[in-house]
């Protein structure tokens, strides 16, 4: 098996639509007429959430009728606010083809299937145009991919020139061994954790000139604090990330709050500029 085939595997559910359909219903939502933000617990597959998309979007300056493609775009939660908050047209494309034809069911009960599309595909290999993009997001996807210099070279080949790339991964800050699951990975086989100095490197060495640079560890360790208190008071919610992630959410969420209150990792944001 392929590294990009066990990716898949790993992020599989077998009966995920029906799964968040169930849970929608037995929180008074109507599967009929859903509002983007009535998925938001279970569909931002990334640390800060919502939040950290709504941050980046901001930092990506979209407008109308921009071209966006998100790559490893999961169920769609990102791709779903960009369209629907700045009016972008929004593809997005993810090894998972279970993620990539529950984003499209999920994205058409929304109303925003003209605004956003899911095709199945690998960061490695873009089924587009050069140049046929103004914006491209990698939100929470190089940790499954080893070969980041070729990623970075097919998104730098299919954004037009000036067009922004917003990467938005958990990146390796200090020594120390990370303990498996993670969200991402059952095992270090196909988690591929690398420094922000790698990503500036491999970045410039494509062709990007990077613009800006975030780190998120605050943001995520707060709203993770506020989202336990919530959960201690009020219970788990029927919707969460524990959907998509499966029986083992706690154990990889723990994991991953571990790492990050230690300052092993740290969810990094970089907007790059191609020149
Ligand atoms: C942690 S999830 C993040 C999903 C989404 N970006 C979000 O923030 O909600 C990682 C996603 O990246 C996808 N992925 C991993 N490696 C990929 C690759 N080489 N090409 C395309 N998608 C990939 C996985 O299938 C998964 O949907």
Redesign the pocket.
């Known amino acids: 098996m392929t590294t990009?085939q066990d990716?898949?595997r790993h992020?599989s559910h077998g009966a995920l639509e029906r799964t968040i359909l169930d849970a929608l219903r037995s929180s008074g939502k109507d599967i009929d007429k859903l509002q983007p933000s009535d998925l938001s617990a279970a569909?931002?597959?990334?640390l800060g959430w919502k939040a950290a998309?709504a941050e980046l979007a901001n930092d990506l300056a979209l407008s109308p009728g921009m071209r966006l493609l998100?790559?490893?775009?999961?169920?769609?939660?990102?791709a779903r606010y960009f369209a629907e908050q700045h009016d972008a047209n929004v593809v997005g494309?993810?090894?998972?083809e279970e993620?990539v034809a529950v984003a499209n069911a999920l994205t058409a009960r929304c109303g925003l299937s003209d605004r956003a599309s899911f095709v199945p595909?690998?960061?490695?290999s873009l089924p587009f145009k050069d140049g046929a993009f103004d914006r491209a997001?990698?939100?929470?996807?190089g940790?499954?991919?080893a070969d980041k210099a070729g990623?970075i070279r097919e998104v730098h080949r299919v954004l037009r020139q000036d067009g922004i790339f917003a990467v938005?991964d958990i990146m390796r800050m200090g020594d120390g061994e990370l303990s498996y699951p993670m969200?991402?990975a059952e095992t270090n086989a196909t988690s591929f954790v690398e420094t922000p100095d790698t990503y500036r490197r491999l970045l410039k060495d494509a062709g990007f000139v990077i613009e800006a640079e975030r780190n998120r560890r605050e943001m995520a360790l707060e709203l993770n604090r506020k989202m336990r208190e919530d959960i201690a008071k009020n219970g788990p919610s029927p919707l969460g990330m524990h959907i998509v992630m499966g029986p083992a959410a706690g154990v990889r969420m723990g994991n991953l709050m571990t790492a990050l209150s230690a300052g092993t990792i740290a969810p990094i944001q970089m907007l790059a500029r191609k020149r």
Do not use: K, R
């Open positions: 990009e990716v898949a992020y569909d931002e597959f990334h998309t998100d790559i490893g775009s999961g169920i769609g939660g990102p494309v993810d090894l998972t993620f595909a690998s960061a490695l997001t990698l939100i929470h996807v940790m499954n991919i990623a938005y969200p991402w």
